[in-house]
């Protein structure tokens, strides 16, 4: 890493120590190095597949098969991969920083995965069933919800007999789970150093987290290759991947420990 590169970081990392609380926001692309798609990128799945036949009520109640179907992929693939160096650094902030809030826009359980405890997961978690009418959450481990989709089941919700159970995941018109969001705009605004990580920054009401930590005065960094609707209002980008630069900034911070 150059020295110009290294300063940055050594600065970003004073500014972490002296943090009375810091959130980050993640988003697909810090878990592209684990090798899930992102979405918006020129490889990712929404220039494969259309989101409005697949990640929508009213396609799950049209073609709950076929919703079932990529979901059922999406689910065998991250059943195959594991979290990268960008996952772990995340987990080990927490216990550097005074006051550290992960939320994540990612339903791939990857963040658990790697040891974050407190995850706030703003779209959900992939891993979990919920019935699409009386709304029941089950456990990825719940034995009464274990279904082999490749039979061509469809499963249904044990509690309300009735309902067809879905992923517990936040599709396009739903709204974000109601503690999820609450959580997440204290800890935005309580903040006075916002990082936001591998996401495109476009997708509301997740997209405004960061300009409320700035609004309230904190000092907002994005990490991503790419530069994003967000990158002009940040006071400090790197424009690296979250699973070099994330592992770098904790083993600074633990240097100075
Ligand atoms: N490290 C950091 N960022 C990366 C990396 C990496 N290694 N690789 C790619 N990125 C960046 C890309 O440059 C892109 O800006 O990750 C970002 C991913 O953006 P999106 O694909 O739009 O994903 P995201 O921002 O998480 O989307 C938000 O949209 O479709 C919905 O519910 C879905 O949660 C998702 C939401």
């Not at 988003?27 to 990640?55: I, M, Q």
């Not at 609004?215 to 980008?237: H, M, R, W, Y």
Request: hydrophobic share 40%; proline share 5%; net charge negative.
């Amino acid at each position: 890493m150059e020295d110009q590169a290294s300063e940055t970081c050594k600065a970003l990392v004073e500014r972490l120590r002296r943090a009375s609380s810091v959130c980050a926001l993640t988003g697909a692309g810090v878990s592209k190095e684990s090798g899930v798609p992102t979405f918006r990128e020129a490889d990712g799945l929404w220039n494969r597949f259309r989101p409005e036949e697949l990640a929508n009520v009213e396609a799950f109640i049209r073609n709950p098969t076929l919703v079932w179907e990529w979901y059922s992929w999406r689910r065998e693939l991250m059943s195959r991969v594991q979290p990268n160096a960008g996952h772990y650094a995340l987990a080990e902030l927490s216990s550097l920083l005074k006051s550290f809030t992960l939320i994540t826009q990612n339903v791939d359980n990857l963040h658990r995965q790697a040891g974050s405890k407190d995850v706030i997961e703003l779209h959900g978690n992939i891993q979990r069933n919920k019935c699409q009418e009386c709304k029941t959450v089950y456990l990825p481990d719940d034995s009464r919800t274990r279904f082999e989709f490749r039979k061509g089941q469809l499963p249904h919700c044990p509690e309300c007999n009735t309902g067809l159970l879905r992923p517990d995941v936040v599709w396009f018109g739903e709204m974000l789970p109601e503690d999820a969001i609450t959580q997440s705009w204290e800890a935005a605004e309580r903040c006075d150093l916002f990082l936001s990580i591998g996401t495109s920054a476009v997708v509301y009401p997740a997209a405004a987290l960061p300009q409320v930590a700035q609004a309230s005065g904190a000092f907002l960094v994005e990490i991503n290759p790419q530069v994003t609707e967000l990158s002009g209002k940040a006071d400090l980008s790197f424009r690296e991947p979250s699973g070099e630069i994330l592992p770098t900034l904790v083993n600074l911070l633990k240097e100075q420990a």
